[in-house]
């Protein structure tokens, strides 16, 4: 069965640098999405995308964040200039349709130093 | 702001038993309610989702029921295995989803 696929698994960065998550979502879908999920926390969207543009975004998707499909496969979520409050759990999450099931990657796990 | 409530927190049943948990939204034109299961350190996996055209839908020991008017729905776990516990995120939304907490569920023996 078909898998979204997230690169790398763990980064560890220091503050102020930048990051740049991978996601390859599952091949025909046509929506992508990033959330994030603080340690012990609730899963909090961050971006959905289609059609090669941001659809919607939440307050946490500041001007430090942003997001590309640089080719047919890849989706990617770059963070300019990493804070503290940065380090979570990062997953990325494919659908086929609007309001069909989402499938979630198997996350980053980013800590900022 | 939309948001997802969800209730309870944490949840203890003995193995057998049921279990229910419940969520409530604040955005009316939310129409799509997901279910995921996390377990620890892993990606969560949809379980069962519910559109807002139906009241209810049940997959094998698993059941969703939705209450559009009042805004709320809930999951219901019957004759629950060990390998039940888990955290379990109620959603909704359309585009994105708007997560609740988590439930974290222990299956006692």
């Known amino acids: 069965e078909p898998e979204v696929t997230q690169t790398p698994s763990h980064q560890v960065t220091q503050m102020g640098q930048e990051v740049i998550l991978r996601c390859v979502p599952i091949?025909?879908?046509?929506?992508f999405y990033w959330y994030r999920q603080i340690l012990g926390q609730k899963v909090e969207f961050l971006v959905s995308?289609?059609?090669?543009?941001?659809?919607?975004k939440s307050e946490i998707f500041d001007d430090q964040f942003s997001v590309e499909r640089p080719d047919g496969s890849n989706f990617t979520l770059k963070i300019r200039s990493t804070k503290l409050e940065d380090s979570a759990m990062y997953f990325c999450?494919?659908?086929?349709?609007?309001?069909?099931?989402?499938?979630f990657g198997p996350g980053t796990r980013l800590l900022v130093l | 702001g939309e948001n997802v409530e969800q209730h309870p927190s944490t949840l203890s049943v003995q193995e057998g038993d049921s279990a229910v948990i419940k969520c409530t939204y604040s955005d009316s034109a939310s129409n799509y309610f997901p279910w995921y299961k996390q377990e620890l350190g892993k990606r969560p996996q949809l379980i069962i989702d519910?559109?807002?055209?139906?009241g209810e839908k049940k997959d094998q020991r698993i059941a969703v029921t939705l209450n559009k008017t009042a805004k709320h729905f809930s999951l219901h776990i019957t004759e629950t295995q060990p390998e039940d516990s888990a955290v379990y995120f109620c959603?909704?939304?359309?585009?994105?989803?708007?997560f609740g907490k988590g439930t974290r569920l222990h299956i006692l023996p």
């Open positions: 091949s025909n879908h046509l929506y």
């Open positions: 959603g909704g939304g359309d585009d994105k989803i708007i």
């Open positions: 999450a494919s659908s086929l349709l609007e309001q069909e099931t989402q499938y």
């Open positions: 995308f289609y059609n090669n543009e941001i659809s919607e």
């Open positions: 519910i559109r807002s055209n139906v």
